[in-house]
């Protein structure tokens, strides 16, 4: 099991920048799939970034593309998601996840991760 913790929330203005860090534990998660999803007040627990294990490409929700970067430090067993051009819309929790055995088309699906972080809250004041 993979213990992750994620870190790198807080307040920020519309327009503005966070780089959101997931360090993981307990095994090394260089053979993992890493992804980001998040959760709006009374929203479901949605898709928003992830990589694959072997890195090269990120995979994004649609809504984010081209203002989020995902990356991974296999070194450092650190994921991480630099979130630039903030919009109100993106407030939520956001949680890191791992997954060991994540087909490609379905990266997208939050049922293929394995191990979640705590979360951390985003949110963005217009």
């Known amino acids: 099991q993979v213990q992750l913790v994620d870190a790198g929330g807080g307040l920020v203005q519309a327009g503005g920048s966070l780089r959101l860090s997931c360090a993981a534990s307990g095994r090394s998660v260089s053979r993992y799939t890493m992804g980001w999803f998040r959760q709006a007040p009374g929203k479901e627990r949605e898709f928003a970034a992830a990589?694959?294990?072997?890195?090269?490409?990120?995979y994004y929700t649609d809504s984010v593309k081209g203002r989020f970067t995902i990356s991974r430090d296999n070194v450092k067993n650190t994921v991480y998601l630099q979130m630039n051009s903030l919009k109100p819309e993106d407030t939520a929790v956001y949680y890191c996840?791992?997954?060991?055995?994540?087909?490609?088309?379905?990266?997208?699906?939050?049922?293929?991760?394995?191990?979640w972080g705590q979360g951390t809250q985003v949110t963005v004041s217009s």
């Open positions: 996840a791992a997954g060991s055995a994540v087909a490609i088309p379905r990266i997208t699906n939050k049922s293929q991760y394995d191990d």
């Open positions: 990589i694959a294990w072997s890195g090269g490409r990120g």
